[in-house]
């Protein structure tokens, strides 16, 4: 059974740089069929997809959030990471971390969630 | 970049009851559609994947149905453990959206 387990500041100060990590069990972060993904919901809103990033560093990521996102895999710690720089009140969401795989699409396992608040 | 209009927004009613959900694509989308549930303060969780595919462990109660632009998730005989906030993704066309979300409450 895959696990996802997210780790993480839950204050940001705005424009400094948000940095979330998901720590996976029961599945390899280099496997080729899986895709690792995030998704975050602002308080009281829709899901809004983020982005993915594959082991061999295929990455696709939501324009709207222009080029404030880098994603990453470290196959060592079988861990993937994402960053957010230059936030904004706009950017305070719960943050979830999620797999995907070729045979039967996104978001089958999720991480925990984060609520992260940007506020001085 | 794809528009997903999903409806309706709420919907009240009583267990047993059936309740579809319709999620519409700006354009075609073939089976790239999967829905989840939400229930309040809890993580998401994945009914349906390929537009009529059940995840496995959920209950047969749940349905999907659709290809091109129109989706529906259909819960046969609604229990009480379904009052809860339903989304449609679509993730053939980046950026991949969700719908706006359905609630499913008490009537």
């Known amino acids: 059974q895959v696990q996802l387990q997210q780790s993480g500041p839950g204050l940001v100060k705005p424009s400094e740089t948000l940095s979330l990590t998901c720590t996976v069990s029961?599945?390899?972060?280099?496997?080729?069929?899986?895709?690792w993904s995030w998704i975050r919901q602002p308080p009281g809103s829709t899901l809004e997809w983020i982005g993915f990033i594959y082991y061999s560093g295929s990455t696709n990521h939501n324009r709207s959030l222009k080029s404030q996102v880098t994603m990453s895999v470290d196959a060592s710690k079988n861990q993937f990471s994402l960053k957010v720089n230059s936030v904004t009140s706009a950017d305070t969401a719960v943050y979830y971390c999620?797999?995907?795989?070729?045979?039967?699409?996104?978001?089958?396992?999720w991480g925990q969630g984060i609520l992260v608040t940007v506020s001085s | 970049d794809i528009q997903i209009t999903q409806s309706p927004s709420a919907v009240s009613a009583s267990v047993g009851d059936r309740v579809t959900i319709t999620c519409r694509a700006s354009?075609?989308?073939?089976?790239?559609v999967a829905w989840f549930q939400q229930k309040p303060g809890k993580v998401p969780e994945r009914l349906i994947y390929?537009?009529?595919s059940l995840q496995t462990g959920v209950p047969s109660r749940f349905s999907g149905s659709g290809s091109g632009t129109e989706f529906t998730l259909t819960i046969s005989s609604l229990q009480p453990e379904d009052f809860a906030t339903y989304y449609c993704l679509q993730h053939s066309g980046y950026p991949w959206t969700f719908g706006q979300g359905t609630k499913v409450g008490i009537k």
């Open positions: 029961g599945d390899s972060v280099t496997s080729p069929t899986s895709y």
């Open positions: 390929a537009a009529s």
């Open positions: 354009h075609g989308i073939s089976n790239y």
């Open positions: 999620a797999r995907g795989t070729n045979a039967a699409g996104p978001f089958d396992s």
